[in-house]
């Protein structure tokens, strides 16, 4: 591709690659064909593509993706004799390896009082990349009661993020003696959440 000039290819037919990841999400698309892969070539026959009858010469689909395949992926576009015009255009692409499970909520103690002061974490399951995490107070958005967000990297390369929220418990955020928290982890458009219901000893 030495020599393309680098531009949108938008004279030309439109041009897609669909990476497959893990079951539970949509397949990723993108605007150009993929004619490079990790520095190698990709083609309909090509050991990365999936069956030719998915793929051609304006699509080619991506299979048995790893979180190695992540990179920058070039479409190029070249024309024959007399002209031998080449256009290319580069998009970087990610992997994504969502979590088994949804959130865990851990807590310092699970009798509480009036005037206590509530100490509960949120941990994501491992994943790629971490959750971002927010709390929920009676399905009102926390902010001032969180901690900062902390981010722990796995060996496998799988990443997982934790959040604390600590607040005191007063009368006004009981709602018939009880208030409910909910932790809500956020990768891209999916999302799995995990409900605790606090009931203040007392109060009915």
């Known amino acids: 591709m030495d020599g393309c000039k680098e531009e949108a290819c938008n004279s030309f037919s439109a041009f897609q690659v669909h990476r497959s990841v893990a079951p539970m999400y949509q397949d990723i698309v993108v605007a150009q064909v993929v004619e490079a892969f990790a520095g190698e070539v990709v083609d309909s026959y090509s050991d990365m593509a999936a069956s030719v009858s998915k793929s051609d010469k304006n699509t080619v689909f991506l299979r048995d993706l790893s979180m190695d395949s992540f990179g920058n992926y070039t479409c190029q576009v070249s024309t024959d004799k007399p002209y031998f015009r080449c256009v290319q255009t580069t998009r970087h692409l990610e992997v994504v390896v969502p979590p088994s499970d949804g959130p865990v909520l851990t ?45 722990v990297i796995y060996p496998d390369q799988l990443e997982s993020s934790s959040l604390a929220l600590r607040f005191l418990l007063k009368p006004d955020v009981l709602h018939n003696g009880k208030v409910t928290l909910k932790c809500v982890a956020t990768i891209q458009h999916i999302y799995a959440e995990t409900v605790k219901e606090i009931r203040a000893a007392g109060k009915t």
């Open 107 to 151: 807590e310092e103690k699970s009798d509480y009082e009036v005037g206590d002061n509530v100490s509960i974490w949120c941990i994501s399951g491992k994943s790629k990349p971490a959750p971002d995490l927010k709390w929920y107070i009676n399905d009102q958005l926390a902010q001032s009661e969180m901690s900062d967000q902390e981010l």
